[in-house]
């Protein structure tokens, strides 16, 4: 089952700085250019590091989706912003800084 669009404002608006991209019927939410954190199935997952386990305690750690590595199931987390806020910061912190996209190279006209 797809995500449905709105089950996402509530999750942007509890977290100031936060956006969101739909990718195959889910969405993976940003902060600082960083994934960090999945909505699949209608349901929020935090990127499973140490940072977000110490700020999350107790929050179920299994793949949001089959052949995923594993996240934190955090829910739970949408009803206390400030708590589930400082663990998306950290997780992005604990990120390293996003790629630069590389240019996108023309091919010269006649060519297939």
């Not at 449905?4 to 991209?21: H, K, Q, W, Y």
């Not at 929050?59 to 829910?75: R, S, V």
């Not at 992005?92 to 091919?107: C, G, H, V």
Request: hydrophobic fraction near 45%.
């Amino acid at each position: 089952m797809a995500t449905r669009a709105e089950t996402i404002p509530p999750i942007l608006d509890a977290v100031p700085g936060t956006t969101a991209r739909r990718m195959f019927g889910e969405y993976a939410i940003y902060l600082s250019g960083r994934v960090v954190a999945l909505v699949c199935d209608d349901r929020l997952w935090v990127k499973a590091m140490d940072e977000a386990r110490a700020l999350l305690p107790g929050a179920e750690e299994e793949p949001p989706f089959p052949g995923a590595k594993p996240y934190l199931a955090a829910d739970a987390w949408l009803d206390e912003p400030e708590v589930l806020t400082e663990a998306l910061r950290a997780v992005a912190e604990a990120l390293p800084p996003p790629k630069p996209k590389s240019p996108k190279t023309r091919k010269p006209k006649g060519a297939a």
